[in-house]
């Protein structure tokens, strides 16, 4: 294939415009903020999983202190009652029934009670639990909101950048014939380089030093041969850096 050595030129034009979309491409994939959002969100999801533990023995607790304060309310009123019946009553029988059941009703008003204290301090700390859990909780949604902010405007500028980039690319490919486009599209799709500058006799895609019959088969091709490298097959586009002449 024969291609003038400012076409060719064109090639590195293409190819640096083609590795800073591929860097722009990788870096939109690998944003630093999702591995970090991705932690964050496993870490949350264990977190709201406690926290529903957490809620679940609170309310139990609440539901027991709840019934206690009904079974308190019961005897409470027991107690009324009775106490009023023994201000009516004249029998002494029925005086001495009324006076020992409500001795027993006030021990078990005051036991209780006593079992009602205990629970509304447990419930007092379940609730400090699950205050303090929900604080995590409303840290790390935080947390997670703000690196999704930075994502989300780390996309954009990385858009913006690729949109200017492909544009570019399409102006500097309309300046390659059709078939030198096809052969570079080709080779740049089975490596990354389809084109590279030969630089002091070295292969700028892959690196590789010419020397022997190779470098005196690359001096011996005319200026408008495409040539690619044996090793990388990469075009290489021949300047008065090369080295050649």
Known sequence: ???????????????????TVAQLN????????????AQLRTQLDALRGRLATETGTLDDTRAELSRLESDVQLVEARVARNTERLQQTASAKDVQAF???????????DNLEEMELVVMERAETDEAVVNATRADEAELTARIQTL???????????????????????????????????????????????????????????????????????RAQEIDAVVQCPECNAIVVRTEESGLW
């Open 148 to 218: 999704e902010a930075e994502r989300e405007a780390a996309l954009d500028r990385l858009s913006g950048e690729l949109g200017t980039a492909t544009g570019e690319r399409n102006t500097v490919a309309e300046k390659v014939t059709p078939e030198l486009l096809a052969l570079y599209e080709k080779l740049r799709a089975r490596g990354g380089f389809g084109a590279a500058l030969f630089r002091a006799g070295t292969c700028g895609a892959c690196n590789i030093t010419f020397t022997g019959n190779d470098l005196q088969s690359l």
């Open 1 to 19: 294939m024969k291609a003038s050595l400012a076409e060719q030129k064109q090639l590195l034009s293409l190819q640096a415009v083609d590795t």
């Open 99 to 109: 006076e020992q059941e409500l001795e027993s009703l006030k021990r078990r008003r």
């Open 26 to 37: 990788h870096r939109t994939k690998n944003l630093p903020q999702n591995a970090e959002i």
